[in-house]
């Protein structure tokens, strides 16, 4: 019985639909970082954000990246309202208008094995995303497997002025005992000047003439 770790299944996206593969790999080509673009615009040149769509896909099957279906077309949003011409002579004069934003939704996942081999395609997703038209708002959505994380945070505390997790666990252990040294000492003086018998203070009341 083999392993999901060790086939994986590659859709990819064409002009004449959509063909599903199944490969064999080993060691790390099982775990992928999968990818989901949100696509928003309010261009009303419906085949502005179509053509994007096509240039998006283009570019991550060249950058090494696996579809997962097509492109998703989402409900648009369609919003209304009614303005005034003027609060004077036109007052009862009134103009519509609507906005309709257009919505897509892209589907793709990176192996960790091409990651290794070509380190760039690491921002691959984030590096498309930042290329788009003016006219065409993203928003990035990642999904990892949690052992790729090991060595996001391992890296991380390292960068974390080159101490390593035991040593910042040390260092926090003698920060701890440090506190309780001073804590204690403060105790201890405000014992002591609890113990301290109070001088009797003498007021002096001046007699008024």
Known sequence: MSSPLLKSAAVVSGEHGVRTSLRSSRGLDGLN??????????????????????????????????????????????????????????????????????????????????????????????????????NVAVKVEQRMPGLLLIPELARLMKQLNGFTPEEIQEKDHKVQLKLKELEDKRNAELASLNSQEKLPIENDDEDSD
């Open 33 to 134: 970082r999968n990818f989901v673009y949100h696509f928003q615009s309010n261009d009303i040149r419906k085949w502005m954000i179509n053509e994007s769509m096509r240039r998006i896909q283009n570019v991550l099957l060249r950058g090494g990246a696996v579809l997962h279906g097509d492109v998703v077309g989402l409900r648009r949003r369609r919003k209304n309202w009614c303005v005034l011409r003027s609060p004077h002579i036109d007052k009862k004069s009134r103009e519509h208008f609507e906005q309709v934003t257009h919505r897509r939704e892209i589907r793709f996942s990176v192996p960790l094995s091409n990651e290794i081999e070509y380190p760039q395609t690491r921002e691959l997703a984030y590096q498309v995303a930042s290329r788009l038209p003016d």
